[in-house]
């Protein structure tokens, strides 16, 4: 660049800079300065539009299903008020490449009041300007953007054009209320709700109101005395001054801290008579707190669960969940008098005693089998196995609303079984961990890491030679054929826990009961110590704040402990078997690196499964025994035989033959809606990817096999991020089958969409959606949330 175009450019960005300046002083003399404004009143004025009553729901259903998570657009969560004051930010939570980690700005944790907020670089989007209805709608960014839509609607077509990016990592435009009117006219389309139809104009005439008169709000109503009552029981509980009660409560809290608690006698949408819904539900969270039971909360915010709190006397307390519950981050957790005492049961009761409490510093903080290592083994295996949906859940819900990062190392369809709880087993796990507690160090206990690579070469010859002495422990300390059906946990014949199937969509997965869908490629067998390690790598040591060698190490992690619990399932298959897989889900993987991370080698060298194999695909046939063996806990929600009709079950059943180019064009997850005189059928379909290996995060495009893609056909609904609905007549079902089934270009994909699809573009889409959502809400009282509309296709 020669010196006149420097010099010009130079120019350009100071003029530039410039008018953003003038434009903003110019804002400032029309409109007044910025000053944080009080909203919440104790009696709203004569004639105000109610935001519990007539604004929430609206919010509920047409904003927060993009704004609700940590993936919000420019942070902006609007699933509370509390949300919606805070106002949005242009630092990403999302950025794999940083450098070093980020404050947090956890809603409810990092600050707890606008101006707190201000200060950490959140600016409003309503008007925090001269108390005029012109400025509340000029210089509220909301009223702006809805006002947008309004005047530009979503054009007319099928596919919205390139101007509209619908990809996760695009640029966010994080505009202020001085630059809007220059966004506006680069941008004409993208009011909100961006790239989808504006709302109803009663919906908007609602909210507009609402804002043009200062967006008021009364404080919530306080809870009721019958829920006190609960929650101070609970808290009598975990509170107890025995040192073997304060660790047992750690223990609890820092495996419950994202659960969605809740009290099912008091529980709207599980009592009889009552029809459920979201705004009658209510959740609780569990805290660290420096005061106890009978104070206010006085919350300890640390960046993971077992960080130092700072105080002498931790407390464990119950709190109100203050935000609309969405589906990709919620996890149910009961609480009742059963719960209570199981674990009186486990914990309490148990015959162990603590001496000293354990430390907080990392690097034993971290590492779940120092610090519990008093509680005994078989209570905390036994506490992660009674709700293990819950505990698998964790890692893909958790304190992310996206897991590529960790998701990237799994395959997208596979079975997990549980190994029995067995107190022999475990003293003999217990004895080989007690050895090697110096040596296995997990990843949470880092932070930053500036070198993954040099951490990875650690961690890499660690497993290898964990591997090796688990092989040479067992082997020594098992008797030959301990291998048997009688290894996996059967859930006690009542826990319908006892097998889950995982469905990965990218970078989102769902965790559901019972074996879905058609026999997957791989399968897991976890047991206490894998379950931990993948606890405290995944949920209490991952930072979704962190820099990037932090998240991408814990994807390399990952991938040992995926090989380690596919290993066990292996150990279940013959050995010829046993090698023949290996091969088949590591296609072009060095053989003496599978054989490192992939076999215990002493143990496999005497162990002959004590299973009798008839045919010459063993794994399918370890499948049916299994299934069989846990046959009286398997939930039969999502099987076919849930369906009413014999000819529906019959049709869709031609899906799950389906393998290669029509699936592919498939979307990740799809909504079904079957329109019946009987009643309306809903049900998913979910594409599964097919892939050589899991091994490398970035090679697997270049591992993809869409030869071998399959379609699941899952009646009810499974995921939070849909990609797609349908809907269509029973009467269509055979030519909706035949028309999915005949795909071969992106141009038949349009033709099933013209003819079934609900397009993001569909002026009707509202309608239509929330048919969708109301029938999740009426299926699944409890575990339904808001689903997610981030990931809807645009073909």
């Given at each position: 660049?020669?010196?006149?175009?420097?010099?010009?450019?130079?120019?350009?960005?100071?003029?530039?800079?410039g008018?953003?300046?003038?434009?903003?002083?110019?804002?400032?003399?029309?409109?007044?300065?910025?000053?944080?404004?009080?909203?919440?009143v104790?009696?709203?004025?004569?004639?105000?539009?109610?935001?519990?009553?007539?604004?929430?729901?609206?919010?509920?259903?047409?904003?927060?299903?993009?704004?609700?998570?940590?993936?919000?657009?420019?942070?902006?969560?609007?699933?509370?008020?509390?949300?919606?004051?805070?106002?949005?930010?242009?630092?990403?939570?999302?950025?794999?490449?940083?450098?070093?980690?980020?404050?947090?700005?956890?809603?409810?944790?990092?600050?707890?009041?606008?101006?707190?907020?201000?200060?950490?670089?959140?600016?409003?989007?309503l008007?925090?300007?001269?108390?005029?209805?012109?400025?509340?709608?000029?210089?509220?960014?909301?009223?702006?953007?809805?006002?947008?839509?309004?005047?530009?609607?979503?054009?007319?077509?099928?596919?919205?054009?390139?101007?509209?990016?619908?990809?996760?990592?695009?640029?966010?435009?994080?505009?202020?209320?001085?630059?809007?009117?220059?966004?506006?006219?680069?941008?004409?389309?993208?009011?909100?709700?961006?790239?989808?139809?504006?709302?109803?104009?009663?919906?908007?005439?609602?909210?507009?109101?609402?804002?043009?008169?200062?967006?008021?709000?009364?404080?919530?109503?306080?809870?009721?005395?019958?829920?006190?009552?609960?929650?101070?029981?609970?808290?009598?509980?975990?509170?107890?001054?025995?040192l073997?009660?304060?660790?047992?409560?750690?223990?609890?809290?820092?495996?419950?801290?994202?659960?969605?608690?809740?009290?099912?006698?008091?529980?709207?949408?599980?009592?009889?008579?009552?029809?459920?819904?979201?705004?009658?539900?209510?959740f609780?969270?569990?805290?660290?707190?420096?005061?106890?039971?009978?104070e206010?909360?006085?919350?300890?915010?640390?960046?993971?669960?077992?960080?130092?709190p700072?105080?002498?006397?931790?407390?464990?307390?119950?709190?109100?969940?203050?935000?609309?519950?969405?589906?990709?981050?919620?996890?149910?957790?009961?609480?009742?008098?059963?719960?209570?005492q199981?674990?009186?049961?486990?914990?309490?009761?148990?015959?162990?005693?603590?001496?000293?409490?354990?430390?907080?510093?990392?690097?034993?903080?971290?590492?779940?089998?120092?610090?519990?290592?008093?509680?005994?083994?078989?209570?905390?295996?036994?506490?992660?196995?009674?709700?293990?949906?819950?505990?698998?859940?964790?890692?893909?819900?958790?304190?992310?609303?996206?897991?590529?990062?960790?998701?990237?190392?799994?395959?997208?369809?596979?079975?997990?079984?549980?190994?029995?709880?067995d107190?022999?087993?475990?003293?003999?796990?217990?004895?080989?961990?007690?050895?090697?507690?110096?040596?296995?160090?997990?990843?949470?206990?880092?932070?930053?890491?500036?070198?993954?690579l040099?951490?990875?070469?650690?961690?890499?010859?660690?497993?290898?030679?964990?591997?090796?002495?688990?092989?040479?422990?067992?082997?020594?300390?098992l008797?030959?054929?301990?291998?048997?059906?009688?290894?996996?946990?059967?859930?006690?014949?009542?826990?319908?826990?006892?097998?889950?199937?995982?469905?990965?969509?990218?970078?989102?997965?769902?965790?559901?009961?019972?074996?879905?869908?058609?026999?997957?490629?791989?399968?897991?067998?976890?047991?206490y110590?894998?379950?931990?390690?993948?606890?405290?790598?995944?949920?209490?040591?991952?930072?979704?704040?962190?820099?990037?060698?932090?998240?991408?190490?814990?994807?390399?992690?990952?991938?040992?402990?995926?090989?380690?619990?596919?290993?066990?399932?292996?150990?279940?298959?013959?050995?010829?078997?046993?090698?023949?897989?290996?091969?088949?889900?590591?296609?072009?993987?060095?053989?003496?690196?599978?054989?490192?991370?992939?076999?215990?080698?002493?143990?496999?060298?005497?162990?002959?499964?004590?299973?009798?194999?008839?045919?010459?695909?063993?794994?399918?046939?370890?499948?049916?025994m299994?299934?069989?063996?846990?046959?009286?806990?398997?939930?039969?929600?999502?099987?076919?035989?849930?369906?009413?009709?014999?000819?529906?079950?019959?049709?869709?059943?031609?899906?799950?033959?389906?393998?290669?180019?029509?699936?592919?064009?498939?979307?990740?997850?799809?909504?079904?809606?079957?329109?019946?005189?009987?009643?309306?059928?809903?049900?998913?379909?979910?594409?599964?990817?097919?892939?050589?290996?899991?091994?490398?995060?970035?090679?697997?495009?270049?591992?993809?096999?869409p030869?071998?893609?399959?379609l699941?056909?899952?009646?009810?609904?499974?995921?939070?991020?849909?990609n797609?609905?349908?809907?269509?007549?029973?009467?269509?079902?055979?030519n909706?089958?035949?028309?999915?089934?005949?795909?071969?270009?992106?141009?038949?994909?349009g033709?099933?969409?013209?003819?079934?699809?609900?397009?993001?573009?569909?002026?009707?889409?509202?309608?239509?959606?929330?048919?969708?959502?109301?029938?999740?809400?009426?299926?699944?009282?409890?575990?339904?949330?808001?689903?997610?509309?981030?990931?809807?296709?645009?073909?």
């Amino acid at each position: 660049m020669d010196k006149r175009n420097k010099y010009y450019w130079l120019l350009v960005v100071l003029l530039l800079g410039g008018c953003s300046v003038i434009g903003a002083i110019q804002f400032e003399d029309l409109y007044g300065k910025v000053a944080v404004r009080q909203r919440t009143v104790d009696v709203l004025p004569p004639g105000a539009i109610d935001y519990w009553r007539e604004v929430k729901p609206i919010l509920e259903r047409r904003c927060v299903v993009c704004h609700g998570c940590y993936d919000a657009p420019c942070q902006l969560k609007m699933s509370s008020i509390e949300g919606i004051d805070r106002g949005a930010s242009k630092a990403k939570v999302y950025h794999s490449t940083r450098l070093q980690a980020e404050p947090t700005t956890r809603l409810f944790k990092d600050a707890h009041t606008t101006g707190e907020w201000r200060e950490k670089g959140f600016y409003s989007v309503l008007n925090e300007r001269a108390e005029t209805v012109e400025a509340n709608r000029e210089a509220g960014l909301m009223y702006r953007m809805l006002a947008l839509k309004e005047q530009n609607p979503l054009p007319k077509v099928k596919q919205l054009g390139a101007s509209f990016d619908l990809s996760l990592k695009r640029e966010q435009s994080c505009v202020k209320d001085e630059n809007f009117n220059q966004f506006a006219r680069e941008h004409p389309l993208w009011g909100m709700p961006y790239a989808l139809p504006g709302l109803a104009q009663a919906e908007q005439d609602v909210i507009k109101q609402w804002l043009e008169q200062g967006a008021l709000y009364t404080a919530r109503p306080p809870l009721l005395p019958s829920t006190i009552e609960r929650i101070q029981y609970w808290e009598a509980f975990l509170n107890g001054d025995a040192l073997k009660q304060q660790l047992s409560s750690r223990y609890l809290y820092e495996h419950l801290y994202f659960a969605h608690l809740y009290f099912p006698d008091l529980f709207p949408g599980l009592l009889p008579n009552l029809l459920p819904g979201l705004e009658r539900r209510q959740f609780f969270t569990l805290v660290r707190s420096a005061t106890p039971p009978g104070e206010p909360v006085q919350l300890i915010a640390t960046r993971r669960p077992y960080d130092d709190p700072g105080v002498e006397r931790v407390y464990y307390r119950i709190q109100p969940v203050l935000s609309t519950i969405v589906t990709k981050t919620h996890m149910p957790y009961r609480l009742d008098e059963q719960r209570m005492q199981r674990w009186q049961t486990l914990f309490v009761d148990a015959p162990f005693e603590v001496s000293q409490l354990p430390s907080y510093e990392v690097q034993y903080a971290s590492n779940p089998f120092v610090t519990f290592d008093e509680i005994p083994v078989h209570s905390r295996y036994q506490f992660l196995l009674d709700e293990a949906q819950f505990t698998i859940m964790a890692f893909i819900k958790g304190t992310v609303c996206r897991g590529q990062i960790a998701l990237s190392v799994i395959q997208d369809n596979f079975w997990v079984f549980f190994v029995q709880p067995d107190p022999e087993r475990l003293e003999v796990f217990e004895d080989f961990m007690a050895q090697r507690e110096e040596s296995l160090e997990l990843p949470a206990s880092s932070g930053d890491i500036f070198r993954p690579l040099k951490h990875w070469k650690t961690y890499k010859n660690q497993q290898q030679k964990f591997m090796e002495d688990q092989g040479q422990y067992l082997a020594d300390h098992l008797a030959a054929d301990d291998i048997s059906l009688n290894l996996i946990w059967d859930g006690d014949g009542r826990n319908n826990n006892a097998a889950l199937t995982i469905f990965r969509h990218v970078d989102s997965a769902t965790v559901e009961k019972g074996l879905i869908g058609q026999v997957p490629k791989t399968a897991w067998v976890l047991d206490y110590g894998l379950l931990e390690r993948i606890h405290y790598l995944l949920v209490a040591g991952y930072d979704v704040f962190g820099n990037g060698g932090h998240q991408l190490f814990t994807r390399l992690y990952m991938d040992f402990l995926r090989m380690e619990a596919e290993a066990k399932f292996l150990q279940l298959l013959p050995p010829v078997a046993r090698a023949r897989e290996r091969e088949f889900w590591y296609q072009g993987v060095d053989a003496d690196e599978i054989k490192r991370y992939l076999t215990l080698p002493a143990f496999e060298k005497k162990s002959v499964p004590a299973i009798a194999y008839q045919s010459g695909d063993e794994k399918r046939e370890l499948f049916g025994m299994l299934a069989q063996r846990l046959n009286k806990v398997l939930p039969t929600k999502h099987q076919m035989s849930s369906l009413r009709s014999a000819a529906t079950r019959g049709q869709l059943a031609r899906l799950l033959t389906l393998k290669g180019k029509a699936v592919t064009f498939m979307p990740e997850i799809a909504f079904v809606k079957i329109e019946s005189n009987e009643g309306d059928e809903y049900l998913t379909l979910v594409a599964n990817r097919a892939y050589s290996s899991m091994t490398s995060m970035i090679k697997e495009q270049k591992n993809r096999l869409p030869d071998e893609d399959t379609l699941s056909v899952v009646p009810g609904f499974i995921g939070a991020y849909p990609n797609a609905f349908y809907q269509l007549e029973e009467a269509q079902l055979a030519n909706f089958v035949d028309a999915i089934s005949g795909i071969e270009t992106e141009s038949d994909y349009g033709q099933l969409l013209d003819a079934y699809g609900v397009r993001r573009t569909d002026a009707d889409f509202w309608v239509k959606s929330d048919a969708f959502h109301r029938a999740y809400r009426q299926r699944y009282p409890l575990s339904s949330g808001v689903l997610d509309f981030n990931r809807l296709d645009n073909r």
